[in-house]
């Protein structure tokens, strides 16, 4: 499905993968090679321009990790990205209540209404599939055939019923079972009648899901298809036929991106079991064919993320607190880029954060402070209390800043130092831990 893409995409890739740093004019091109394949895969301008002015943002914002080349790194926030604007995560369907299909004729409603069936009742839900498409010959026949090889219950077809009279009947039937599914009738063009009735059959069923079949092959038409649709019954999401064909697949990845409908399912062929659940994630890395790459980039993140955050909050309570140790914590805060990743080993302390920021740890004021720090000598740092006011000009004018400035370091000094002696006395990092494991029941 994703054939020709995942092979233009290693292409565009090519030129970056391996190197430590990435020239402004090879990036340029990798993200022009980027932005054609997606659009001759048929994904949705709109969609495809979000996604290089995401990627193009975060390349440039971000710092490069320890041990991972640029390139790696360029793959892995293309990864993120993509597979944020395919939905994020998989959005599992109800298994419980009614779920109604909708969409036109063809797209494969009755099919993926059975396909579902029998995914549910694999879960160990008692199923019951109902068709209200009293249009087409035989299209009732259709569902009570394919539920029947299925050892699935169907509502039983009673001739010249209404639609509405069907959903009343499959409503009462519906109580004896923990899902039951129902299709309905579609047109080959979106219509007022097919509308009015699909809403008044979404009234006297008040389904717990609504789902879209849209077929692989349709074009971009089908996005503003869907919009109508979602507009009328306020869809809960989306299956794509036909992803066993060679279609470009366009729509799939442009469905979320454009109109917010996640893609819950996809139809991989005709037979009962060809429907799987849609992980945005696993279609990101298929279609880039890069996982290895993205994994190695997220253990390299991980691991430098937690063992620093870990250590520096565990250094935060060892020994006295001096300028020496607030000078390292605004370094080692400098290098991680923010105080977040430490505040992630501190949790759940009321305002923490906040005192941290007022600590004068946020990222504005930490040149200035480390600038007058090392304009004292070492006798200053380790013993504040000699900074009288001879020094504090010294100081000052060897940090180009005011007097003011340094006076208010040192009281910032006094608030951290007492912050850091009152988090000790709790035992430090571990301890704080521990105790809000405790209050939380046991919950880490
Ligand atoms: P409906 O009119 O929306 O109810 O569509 P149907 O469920 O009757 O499907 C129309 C045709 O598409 C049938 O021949 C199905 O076997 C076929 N079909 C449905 N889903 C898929 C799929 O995921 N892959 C393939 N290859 N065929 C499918
Ligand atoms: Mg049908």
Known sequence: MFNNLTKNFSNAFAQLLGRDKIRDADFDTSMRDIRIALLEAD????????????????????????GVKAGEQIVKIFSDEITAILGGENKPVAKSGIIMMAGLNGTGKTTSAAKLAALLKKDGAKVLLASADTYRPQAREQLAILAEKAGIDSLPIIENETPEAIAKRALKAASNYDVMIFDTAGRLHIDDEMMTEIKSLKKILAPTEILLTIDAFAGQDALTLATQFNEALSLTGAIITRMDGDARGGVALSLFGATNIPVKFVGTGEKIDDL????????????LGMGDIVSLVETAQE??????????AEQMFEGAFTFDTMLDH????????????IIKFLPGIGGL????????MNDDSVKKQEAMILSMTKSERRNPDIILMGRKKRIAAGAGVSVNDVEKLIKQFEKSKKMMSGLKSMGGVKGIMEMMKNMQGGQP
């Open 43 to 66: 994904v949705a301008l709109p969609v495809v321009k979000e996604l290089v002015d995401k990627i193009r943002a975060r390349a440039i914002g971000e710092k490069i990790i320890d």
């Open 276 to 287: 799987e659940a849609f992980h945005p994630d696993r279609t990101a890395s298929r279609i």
């Open 303 to 312: 691991k430098i993320d937690d063992a620093e955050a870990e250590r520096i």
């Open 330 to 341: 605004i370094r080692q805060i400098k290098k991680l880029g923010s105080a977040s990743g």
């Open 353 to 360: 954060a906040d005192r941290l920021q007022q600590a004068g």
